[in-house]
């Protein structure tokens, strides 16, 4: 197929807007966007371009690696490292239990697949306890929707009258389909308003008709301030609050004694700007909201997850053109009921994910609970997660650890085993990341080339796996192989017998479907059996809405994804059913969580600023920019200007310092330091710093020496500075110092 334009995805954000390429000997070599992808219509921005950059990395695994006694690492073949891979992890389940066996990870930006099937391998083990990037950023969020109403939901910018942005550059980290492009719109109509919440003058933020410029990690008290004045000055929706809402009296009993001047001061913005800003949510006909790490990564972050949704919900913005919606789900990023405690440290487990910043706790103990091994999968914990040296001393420790990864991470030196895995182009691929109203859209990519010698696709990798520990008798699966030779329709009927005849199939159910439909599905789809079993579920959780998309039933949604090259739209929704969407008995909204309003009281003696005089600057660490995309793409040459990341400083702080651009300074923090290249940029204000994500990685660059530009931000962040309700860290507000490298 060289030479023809294939679609398939960009894999560097969670919109994986459709592209479609060129493939030339194995490179990307032209790329563009995908006019008939149904979500993103032929919008791209800069980064999808670059994609060649990660499908050629030449740090490319190509052969199972074995750690030696001495710290270096071997070569060996696919059946040794199957064979002892699985009998290790036997053996500290039989010993130990299952549960002192810890998954991280589960696909990047685009790549869930391998994720739907590493649930069958932990099932047979005994296995329960997970995290990933989600639990550093959305449980506390996934914590208030829960209680709110059940589901997860997002805002519909194409048609919102009023758009706000909390802790949010939509410009650079895009988040919905066609952000720019939206976000242009919005700015050029006068009926329309944009208001963003950032310390930063963002790109978003210079568009913005309301740019409230809160001081780092006070959004809190502007939150709070906000939804005060909708209470105080008789702005809310009486009629919406009294049909859909429980709790009200509760939230407006508080909020009405929010001392809105005060709580603004706190913050840093003018009265006046917040209370117009207030006034026009009010008056707007829609309101969409949307939150992300600026507030899920600092002080009272679930807190501001809490009072950003009061916004829309005291204004009735829900069910109705440009508001907030609940939302299909094709596979969901959050368990239902997921609700526990770590073993060690009684960490809280939300959604089905324990916190990121515990896990060196929990292995770093002799406590008999504590975690003995773990499987790293498509993820960099070691460099992503806060307090990196703890985490590698962690890792240390462990008895098993296996990671399944394109290239030998900072997290794979550390690991007994490194799986080599296909790239997310040599494979039938996809992400669960479908989150629209009212048009969902779900996407299987199907390989554009062939794996790499000597690497395999996850869903292979977890099978062989599964086939070593021998959990499933080949005989009880023939059967079902041989209906689906006949097609779907003999296979659903022969596959809802044998499960019942044998419920201990649906266990393991993805690792079933891969044995026995896999080998059916055209074009290398195998992997995407376990996708079967999705359509039927969504197919029967929305099912006026998929026939809506234009599917009669589960079967006829599955055939469609595998035919839709550039994407398939799974559920047309009503408006009137995003309240249906909602998991309570009553369907309306529950606001009333009395930890979250007696910290919206606490507030008024708080302190605003965690800040002191040894560490003075608030550092944002992990700042998304033009040229970052986490980790996924290692080699510096695909970034065309900020090569060394550089630290961007205030103009005061830079005069106070005597500091210029592309001088050196060193960044202190309580976990570390590093030097790194100044940027003097007015969009900081005084006293605010920031760092880029996705550096301090190294790379061999093929003439024997190493690059690592860049600070990896996770060197200098503490893990015990994190929220109360949810663990998530303060990446985005650590106390630094700054000084002039000598």
């Not at 050629?56 to 199957?82: F, K």
């Not at 310390?199 to 301030?225: I, N």
């Not at 596959?495 to 159910?509: D, I, Q, T, W």
Request: net charge negative.
């Amino acid at each position: 197929m060289a030479g023809e334009w294939q679609p398939t995805a960009c894999i560097l954000c969670e919109c994986n807007c459709g592209i479609v390429v060129q493939v030339e000997d194995r490179t990307l070599a032209r790329i563009r966007g995908d006019k008939n992808h149904p979500a993103s219509r032929g919008y791209t921005c800069n980064k999808a371009l670059r994609l060649d950059h990660y499908q050629n990395n030449r740090n490319r695994l190509t052969a199972p690696m074995r750690r030696r006694p001495d710290g270096s690492y071997e070569e060996i073949d696919w059946e040794t490292a199957i064979s002892e891979i699985a009998a290790g992890f036997r053996a500290i389940a039989d010993t130990h239990g299952g549960d002192t066996i810890l998954y991280y990870g589960g696909g990047g930006q685009g790549n869930h697949l391998g994720g739907a099937y590493s649930g069958a391998f932990l099932k047979a083990l005994g296995s329960h306890y997970r995290s990933n990037a989600l639990a550093q950023e959305k449980t506390g969020e996934h914590w208030v929707d829960a209680q709110f109403y059940g589901g997860h939901t997002r805002g519909e910018f194409e048609h919102a009258e009023v758009s706000v942005f909390v802790g949010k550059n939509p410009w650079m980290s895009h988040s919905f389909p066609r952000a720019r492009v939206v976000l242009n719109e919005i700015a050029k109509d006068p009926a329309r308003s944009m208001i963003v919440i950032d310390p930063v003058v963002t790109d978003t933020a210079a568009m913005a008709d309301f740019h409230l410029r809160v001081r780092p990690g006070t959004d809190a008290w502007c939150l709070a301030a906000l939804a005060g004045v909708l209470v105080q000055e008789n702005l809310c929706d009486e009629a919406f609050l009294a049909d859909h809402v429980t709790g009200t009296e509760a939230v407006r009993n508080v909020l009405a004694e929010v001392p809105v001047a005060d709580y603004a001061g706190r913050c840093g913005v003018d009265e006046d700007l917040l209370r117009a800003a207030a006034r026009r949510i009010a008056a707007a006909g829609s309101v969409a909201v949307f939150e992300d790490l600026g507030v899920q990564q600092s002080p009272h972050s679930t807190l501001s997850s809490y009072l950003n949704k009061m916004l829309w919900i005291l204004t009735g913005s829900f069910a109705k053109p440009g508001g907030q919606h609940l939302h299909s789900s094709f596979a969901p990023l959050f368990r239902a009921g997921g609700v526990g405690r770590t073993p060690v440290t009684g960490a809280p487990i939300i959604g089905g994910l324990m916190p990121s910043n515990v896990i060196a706790e929990e292995i770093l103990t002799e406590h008999p609970d504590r975690f003995r091994a773990m499987i790293v999968e498509s993820s960099n914990p070691a460099h992503s997660v806060a307090d990196s040296a703890a985490i590698t001393r962690a890792m240390g420790e462990l008895e098993l650890m296996v990671v399944i990864d394109v290239t030998m991470t900072e997290t794979a030196r550390l690991a007994h085993y490194v799986l080599p895995a296909a790239t997310q182009f040599e494979k039938v691929e996809a992400t669960f990341f479908n989150l629209e109203f009212p048009h969902n859209t779900f996407h299987l990519r199907h390989p554009l080339m062939d794996p790499m010698p000597g690497t395999l696709p996850e869903p292979e990798i977890w099978a062989r796996l599964m086939r070593a520990l021998d959990v499933v008798d080949d005989a009880e699966l023939a059967p079902l192989r041989r209906a689906a030779e006949q097609g779907l329709a003999p296979f659903t009927e022969a596959f809802l017998s044998a499960v019942a005849a044998n419920p201990r199939l649906g266990r393991v159910l993805p690792f079933v479907l891969y044995e026995t439909l896999g080998p059916t599905l055209p074009d290398g789809c195998g992997g995407a059996a376990a996708l079967w079993g999705l359509a039927q579920k969504a197919a029967m959780t929305y099912p006026a809405a998929v026939r809506r998309a234009g599917h009669a039933d589960g079967n006829a949604l599955f055939d469609a994804i595998l035919r839709s090259r550039s994407g398939v739209t799974f559920t047309v929704h009503e408006y009137e059913d995003a309240f249906t969407l909602i998991t309570h008995p009553d369907r309306r909204i529950a606001v009333d969580i009395p930890e979250l309003l007696a910290d919206v009281r606490s507030l008024a003696t708080a302190p605003a600023a965690l800040t002191s005089a040894e560490y003075p600057i608030v550092l944002s660490a992990g700042e998304r920019r033009a040229y970052t995309a986490n980790d996924i793409i290692r080699d510096p040459a695909w970034r065309r200007r900020d090569a060394d990341g550089a630290l961007r400083i205030s103009i005061e702080d830079a005069a106070a310092l005597g500091l210029g651009d592309g001088d050196r300074a060193r960044i202190t923090t309580a976990a570390g330091s590093a030097e790194a290249t100044v940027e003097v940029s007015d969009a900081m204000l005084a006293g605010h710093a920031s760092l880029p994500n996705g550096y301090g990685l190294d790379f061999a660059d093929g003439a024997g020496g190493t690059q690592l530009p860049g600070v990896a931000p996770n060197a200098l962040t503490s893990a015990s500075w994190r929220d109360a309700y949810a663990g998530t860290p303060w990446h985005k507000h650590v106390p630094a110092r700054l000084d002039r490298a000598n």
